[in-house]
């Protein structure tokens, strides 16, 4: 098509990286490289050695910064998201009501993903490994604790414990409280921290249809809890490597 010899020299890769990499992502081409080169290898011994070259590797390393893509970030929830969520309980809350509420505020406080506090609503990838039990729960003058078994960044599987204390006028502590009194009447043989009316542990599609109604931009999600909690963090004062 292109006219070129059929030859995989190091200006022919060079070729395909930047034609393909103006077509699909520069760290897919670098894949689909790999393919061709195990194909090719049969017939072009070579071929492994052209595609480690110096002008291949530059090309591929160019065109990602030249067609890099932009990273979308979701908007992170304000203080004001969580004084109107807490304003909106009442005295009378309902369990669910309390759930999400004490989720909110917990995720905020600790710099949580929304899949440590939920299951994915795939039944086929959930792992109730990763779920916090009740039982770790520790409730102290200020504030209260509870273990997380291990999430995607966990190597080792050591897990981590999650300590939420009162900052500045934010102070969940009291609503986690009435979390976990309502939480005890749903069910005490219930092993997981978080579960619902019925019994189960919240999908994500049950907090997302809960925050929708909260707050109804879609340039806000799951991840915003942990984004407006660092950015509650930074305007507080806080040293960045602990806000890491």
Known sequence: MHGLPIDPTEDTLSFFVVYMSAHIKPDSVGTYLSGICNK?????????????????KRTLAGCRKRFKSVVKR?????????????ASLGHHPSHDDLLFVTMLHTGFAALMRLGELSVPDNVAIRDYRKCSLRSTVVVFERGYGFNLPYHKAD???EGNKIRIVR????????????YLASRDKVSRLNPFLWITSKNVVPTRAWFMARLRQLEPDLEFAGQSMRAGGATAMAEDGCAPHLIQ
């Not at 090719?40 to 291949?56: H, W």
């Not at 979701?74 to 807490?86: C, E, I, N, V």
């Not at 900052?167 to 009435?178: E, K």
């Open 155 to 157: 190597r080792f599987f």
């Open 167 to 178: 900052r500045g006028n934010l102070d969940p502590a009291p609503i986690f409280r009435r």
């Open 74 to 86: 979701k908007l992170p929830l304000a203080r004001t998201h969580l004084s109107t969520a807490t």
């Open 40 to 56: 090719l290898e049969a017939y072009f011994p070579f071929v492994r050695a052209t595609r480690r070259s110096y002008l291949v």
